[in-house]
């Protein structure tokens, strides 16, 4: 069975950055498109960043281009989303996700997290 965890979440002040970090257990390697999720209270959840297994296809929404940077280390089956400038609108639940087929990840994540808070005071 794959397990993601998530880790990294807090209380920061606008401006301020964290670092997700998501492990994927119960498989010998990382053969997964993986990403990252939000969602904030009364709102769907949407994808925030996605990256393909070579690392080669990365994808940002567009809130979020030029202040999070995701990445991720195959020899640790771990994917990570280095947030920086952080604004009050990027408080939500942040859920990591994978999928093993390709080009789904976006649309219909096999895998799920449990998630994680990010709250950015202002």
């Known amino acids: 069975q794959v397990q993601l965890v998530e880790s990294g979440g807090g209380l920061v002040q606008t401006g301020d950055s964290l670092r997700l970090s998501c492990v994927v257990s119960g498989r010998t390697s990382s053969p997964y498109d993986m990403g990252w999720f939000r969602q904030a209270p009364g709102e769907e959840r949407q994808c925030v960043a996605s990256?393909?297994?070579?690392?080669?296809?990365?994808y940002y929404a567009d809130s979020v281009k030029g202040r999070f940077t995701i990445s991720r280390d195959n020899a640790k089956n771990t994917v990570y989303l280095q947030m920086n400038s952080l604004k009050p609108e990027d408080t939500a639940v942040y859920y990591c996700?994978?999928?093993?087929?390709?080009?789904?990840?976006?649309?219909?994540?096999?895998?799920w997290g449990q998630g994680t808070q990010v709250t950015v005071s202002s």
């Open positions: 996700a994978a999928s093993d087929l390709p080009g789904t990840l976006r649309v219909a994540p096999a895998y």
């Open positions: 990256i393909n297994r070579s690392g080669s296809i990365i």
